[in-house]
């Protein structure tokens, strides 16, 4: 087996989980992402303790298939997950973990991709991409794993929004929360002021 063979199970994750390598390297708790390009530069195999970072994160995935490539990338057992659901606004996302804030019912969904909780927006700014009154789904991150573009829900202080998120400059350090493509009013928020972040995995129309 050659090396490449690793770097192609693992591209295949990081393809399925919808990040980049630099983003995925974060969400699964690495420090820097330098192990996963030595591993496509063909230096390194995936060890057992990459194989248990990434499991751990995203247990539909086969630890057996990460480390051989024997049978296949999601468990056989095709799991349903369970996802807590809000009849609520998402900005109730910032009472999560409250004993006051209780589930309106349970969803039992096929495994696609990891969801942490389900709630309901009601914003008409980003209509055109989510419109009002949609289920969205979403998964807790690290606000070091957000890719730039995509939709997610920030808790902030003095406010929670579901918005695109882009970076404001080449640092890293000062983010863009933008209803619309280059939202001449996008708000400005430094990352070390952000309370929460919650990746939109999906969203289900409400007719």
Known sequence: MT??????????VIRWANMTANSFGRHIGLARSE???QIKAGRFGIS???????????????????????????NDSN????????D???????????ELLRP???LHLPVVEQCDCAFRSFDVAINAEIMAGSIVFLQKIDA?????GRYYVIVAPNYVLLRKVRFASESHTELLLEATENDPNAISIAE???????????????Y
């Not at 194989?51 to 296949?72: D, Q, V, Y």
């Not at 799991?79 to 809000?86: E, S």
């Open 48 to 74: 057992h303790n990459l194989a248990r970072r990434i499991t751990e994160k995203f247990p539909e995935i086969s630890s057996g298939w990460l480390l051989s490539g024997e049978g296949t990338m999601l």
């Open 144 to 148: 070091k794993a957000i890719i730039p």
């Open 192 to 206: 070390k002021k952000i309370e929460s972040v919650y990746r939109v995995v999906a969203n289900l129309k409400i």
């Open 35 to 37: 192990s996963l390009y």
């Open 3 to 12: 090396n490449n063979q690793y770097w192609e199970r693992l591209e295949q």
């Open 79 to 86: 799991p349903v997950q369970t996802i807590p659901y809000y």
């Open 104 to 106: 309106s019912s349970m």
């Open 88 to 98: 609520l606004d998402i900005s109730a996302c910032r009472s999560l973990g409250s």
